[in-house]
């Protein structure tokens, strides 16, 4: 079980930045798939970015490689810092459809290229979730 703690949160204004921030229980064995995700009220969950490490046979030409939904490409930056078992989520240039309530998710074993996991935001596509932060952008 890998245990998963997001925060970071807050209101802000168009055009604001916030830094998410998930920190995450170790772990040792497998690959990782680290996805952002997103969801607003009465709307479904959103893939938002994703961070894919390879690990023994599981690594691939990915390796390493990062993924971002079409509507946060140029303004949201995904990154791991292993030391401190933390992954980040920098979000500049907010808009108000950014708002919802941010989650991070991991998956060690993968069934499926991390990118099309993310995409899919799938709940049990990820073992482990956190409990989420909220993210409001509102004039």
């Known amino acids: 079980q890998v245990q998963l703690v997001e925060s970071g949160g807050g209101s802000v204004q168009p055009g604001g930045s916030l830094r998410l921030s998930c920190l995450h229980s170790?772990?040792?064995?497998?690959?990782?798939?680290m996805g952002w995700f997103r969801q607003a009220p009465g709307k479904e969950r959103e893939g938002v970015a994703g961070?894919?490490?390879?690990?023994?046979?599981?690594?691939?030409?990915?390796?390493?490689?990062?993924y971002y939904a079409d509507s946060v490409k140029g303004r949201f930056t995904i990154s791991q810092d292993s030391a401190a078992n933390t992954v980040y989520l920098q979000m500049a240039n907010l808009k108000p459809e950014d708002s919802g309530m941010y989650y991070c998710?991991?998956?060690?074993?993968?069934?499926?290229?991390?990118?099309?996991?993310?995409?899919?935001?799938?709940?049990?596509?990820?073992?482990?979730w956190g409990q989420g932060t909220q993210v409001t952008v509102s004039s």
């Open positions: 998710a991991v998956e060690i074993n993968l069934v499926a290229g991390c990118d099309t996991l993310v995409m899919r935001a799938e709940k049990d596509d990820f073992r482990s």
């Open positions: 170790k772990y040792k064995f497998g690959s990782n798939c």
């Open positions: 961070f894919y490490v390879g690990g023994g046979s599981s690594a691939h030409v990915t390796d390493g490689r990062t």
